[in-house]
């Protein structure tokens, strides 16, 4: 019995070491196996592992791609016009052995440490890229040039801490607040001043037209006067000549109807009145049936 109670304590231990001695790498991490501190074992592939137990341990990295976001920094392009900025990076570790020495920690406190260095990098390299450029080509649409540079020189700086610098994405460029509204009121007095040139010469042309329009009318105008003054002179013309025929062939008659013409005239509405001699001649048709 006596020997029982220490062979079971004893399998329960040498069960615990061995199943201390036995490590399981996930497809998402790599793995160290550190005995004293020093690296014995980088294992990225997934699987069972081995290690000496009491004496080695494991400290494991993920390898995933991971992102980071830089906080909003200013900046200074060449033409002296401040900018915000801030940027999407996307990386990686791929060499586990230098970004445990870089960094000299491990766990999630490793993952901070790395982005807090990264993220300076990455600042570092957005301040020397559009610090050599003029602020209009930062603004553009087509920044993909001046991206591309500064994931170069961040990968560059990062391959120190063991990392890959996948991807560098500039998500926002902005003017400070302070520059906001001078910017806004600039833009305000430039369209103002194009408003005003469009309506002053849009007042021209309308001047123009109307000038052109009075000179037009005043053209016709005199033109139908001037027809209508030889239509009219042509008409009287006419009607004298008639007048003048109809008095050659019967006189008397001509004199009866010019006196039946000038009634009609002089007795037009409901109540005319004639003052006049009763012998005038005015009335000799009316007193007679025959003319002087």
Known sequence: ???????????????????????IVDERERALVLQFGEVKVDRSQPGYGFKIPLIQSVVRYDKRILSLSTPPIEVTPLDD?????????????????AFREAVSL???????????RLAGIIENA????????????VLSDDRTPLMNQIRDLARKEAAALGVDVIDVRLTRTDLPEQNLAATFDRMRAERDREARDEIARGGEAAQRVRATADRTVVELTSEARKQSEIIRGEADANRNAIYAEAFGRDPEFFSFTRSLTSYERALKGQNSS????????????LRSDTAK
């Open 126 to 137: 957005i301040r020397e890229v559009l610090g050599s450029v003029p602020s209009t080509t």
């Open 106 to 116: 491990s766990g999630p406190e490793s993952l901070r440490a790395a982005e807090t």
């Open 81 to 97: 016009r401040r900018l915000v900025v801030d940027a999407f990076a996307r990386w990686r570790i791929t060499d586990a052995i």
């Open 274 to 285: 004639i003052v006049m001699r009763p012998d005038s001649e005015f009335f000799d048709y």
């Open 1 to 23: 019995m006596a020997r029982m109670n220490i062979i079971v304590p004893a399998l329960a231990v040498l069960a615990g070491l061995a199943l201390s001695s036995i490590y």
